[in-house]
């Protein structure tokens, strides 16, 4: 576990993606941008605040966030996280 990166995961379902852009706009924290073949992707990964607004806004649902299992399990533990 130890060497899990701590932060969220990040999926872009190139398939599926219409290239809108909507997702770089709507990204608070700078993570997401528009590559060079008009496709998104995470430039700054750890960065991610897990607010799923890229994830709400994307039309086509081609963008998927997840937490990673440690953050699950100390949400399950009742670490605290949360209840501050
Ligand atoms: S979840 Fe929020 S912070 Fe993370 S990439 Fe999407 S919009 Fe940016
Ligand atoms: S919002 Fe969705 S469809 Fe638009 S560029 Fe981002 S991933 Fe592609």
Redesign the pocket.
């Known amino acids: 576990m130890a060497n899990e990166p701590r932060f969220?995961k990040?999926e872009i379902y190139r398939e599926v993606c219409i290239s809108c852009g909507a997702?770089e706009q709507?990204?608070?924290?700078?993570?997401?941008r528009i590559g060079s073949d008009q496709f998104p992707f995470?430039a700054y990964?750890e960065?991610?605040?897990?607010?799923?607004?890229?994830?709400w806004?994307c039309p086509v649902g081609a963008?998927k966030?997840s937490v990673h299992k440690w953050f699950d399990e100390r949400i399950e533990k009742g670490s605290g996280i949360g209840k501050e």
């Open positions: 969220p990040i997702c709507s990204c608070p924290t700078d993570v997401i995470a990964a960065d991610c605040q897990a607010c799923f607004l890229c994830q806004d963008i966030i």
